[in-house]
Structures are given as structure tokens and as C-alpha cells.
């Protein structure tokens, strides 16, 4: 089985910073790319940020320069430092990877269960 992990939501007051991980753990023998979503409430599930295993990244256009992705392919890990935080940033952030499992030849797309980040005062 392979999972992933977010981990690092939590409540922070606006002008704040958040750092997001994301753990692949299982039977796993390559992750190509790697993204954040988000959800707002009554809202539809966004992309936030992309980043390949090559390292290589993509973001939602409203949020460069705040937000940052990144990865180690080392721990199977991607990360998603957000600075100055908004209140419009609080969402259910969740990762996703393509992964391919040991003794498989396709890769598939799997996702966390997702973390809550909540930005207010």
C-alpha cells in the first residue's frame, strides 16, 4: 500500500507562516510529480503549486511569491512554505503524487487525507 501524509496545518494569525509536508510512505519505487490543492469552504479544490521530480515547479498565478514548493526526493517528501498568510488562504490543503509501486509498471495518482490550515485573528 502507499500512503500520503500531510502534516504542519494548524492556526495562524494573518502576516503568518505555515510550513505544509507531505510523506510518501509504502511499497513505492518512483514518484514522478508532486502538487498541492486546496479547498476553501463551499468552494471547489484548487491547485496551489506543482513540483516535478526533476524539480521543476508551477503555481497558482495569486499565489507566487508567497507561497514556495519543494521537495526531497531522499525522504519522499514535498513541502509547501506559505508566508504572509491571508485569511482567503484558509483551506483543507492536500497533497497528491504520481507513484509507482514497487513491482508495477504504471504510475498512479494518490492523495493525503488533507491538513487544515486556518488563518485568522
Known amino acids: 500500500q502507499v500512503q500520503l501524509v500531510e502534516s504542519g496545518g494548524g492556526l495562524v494569525q494573518p502576516g503568518g507562516s505555515l510550513r505544509l509536508a507531505c510523506a510518501a510512505s509504502?511499497?513505492?519505487?518512483?514518484?514522478?510529480?508532486m502538487a498541492w490543492y486546496r479547498q476553501a469552504p463551499g468552494e471547489g479544490r484548487e491547485l496551489v503549486a506543482g513540483?516535478?521530480?526533476?524539480?521543476?515547479?508551477n503555481y497558482a498565478d495569486s499565489l507566487k511569491g508567497r507561497f514556495t514548493v519543494s521537495r526531497d526526493n531522499a525522504k519522499n517528501t514535498m513541502y509547501l512554505q506559505m508566508n504572509s498568510l491571508k485569511p482567503e488562504d484558509t483551506a483543507v490543503y492536500y497533497c497528491?503524487?504520481?507513484?509507482?509501486?514497487?513491482?508495477?509498471?504504471?504510475?498512479?495518482?494518490?492523495w493525503g487525507q488533507g491538513t487544515q490550515v486556518t488563518v485568522s485573528s
Open positions: 497528491t503524487a504520481e507513484i509507482r509501486r514497487l513491482g508495477d509498471y504504471r504510475f498512479y495518482d494518490y
Open positions: 513540483i516535478t521530480n526533476d524539480g521543476s515547479t
Open positions: 509504502g511499497r513505492i519505487r518512483s514518484i514522478n510529480a
